[in-house]
């Protein structure tokens, strides 16, 4: 997944940013490509991310990694247990998930944040796969876009009857995954980008509070 370049627009883009740099990372080498997953393949709970951002993982190489929305993410995740740390910096800070994995539904930094909807329809296949492999418990989806990607794969399994579910905060719908000891469920979550942490759209507390539902799933389904 990492040489893949079915998308013009991002690539370059990837790479563009990885050589123009921003000053405060002027001395640092940016990973510049696709971002592969973080985490084990048997976790119990799936994060799905929107994408890279363009100085974080584009930089360094590892989803949510050294910017404010990963220091939001991980920060959330370690208060309640599934990261050792909430330090998030670079790929040898020391950082391990635990029963956790992080993907992204375009695993390529888009412009302005912002992948098209071709784009997102391009790098499913990498979703699906993820999905297939990791077959975890709770999927929790940070945004209306990652939720739509997880809800339409399940209608496709036939896990979700009926249309899309209405995304908001902290909402949760039940997948029927035939053969499953367990119940699973998808968990819905504002992003945790600047443009919803900094105008108090999504509080810290907020996000906690999802963690802290996703995490009593896990343990009593
Ligand atoms: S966004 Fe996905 S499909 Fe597009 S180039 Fe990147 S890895 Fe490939």
């Not at 050294?66 to 247990?81: E, H, N, P, T």
């Not at 997880?150 to 899309?164: E, F, K, N």
């Not at 209405?166 to 819905?188: M, N, Y």
Request: hydrophobic share 35%.
């Amino acid at each position: 997944m990492t040489a893949c370049e079915a998308c013009d627009r991002l690539i370059s883009h990837c790479r563009q940013v990885a050589c123009q740099k921003r000053r405060a990372y002027a001395d640092q080498d940016y990973w510049g490509r696709p971002v592969p997953n973080f985490g084990s393949t048997r976790a119990s709970l799936l994060i799905v991310g929107l994408a890279p951002g363009a100085h974080g993982a584009n930089r360094t190489g590892r989803m949510f990694t050294g910017d404010r929305s990963g220091d939001w993410l991980f920060r959330a995740l370690c208060k309640s247990g599934f990261a050792n740390q909430q330090e998030s910096t670079c790929t040898s800070d020391g950082l391990r998930l635990s029963d956790c994995a992080i993907t992204a539904v375009c695993h390529c930094a888009p412009p302005d944040n912002r992948p098209t909807a071709d784009e997102i329809h391009r790098c499913q296949p990498f979703l699906d796969e993820t999905i297939n492999l990791i077959r975890p418990q709770v999927f929790l989806a940070l945004g209306g876009l990652a939720w739509k990607s997880v809800a339409r794969y399940a209608i496709h399994q036939q896990w979700l009857a009926g249309s899309q579910p209405s995304f908001s905060h902290g909402s949760v719908v039940e997948l029927k995954i035939p053969r499953r000891r367990k119940r699973c469920w998808l968990v819905g979550s504002y992003h945790p980008s600047q443009q919803n942490t900094f105008t108090g759209r999504l509080t810290e507390q907020m996000l906690d509070d999802v963690f802290v539902k996703t995490r009593n799933l896990i343990r009593d389904p």
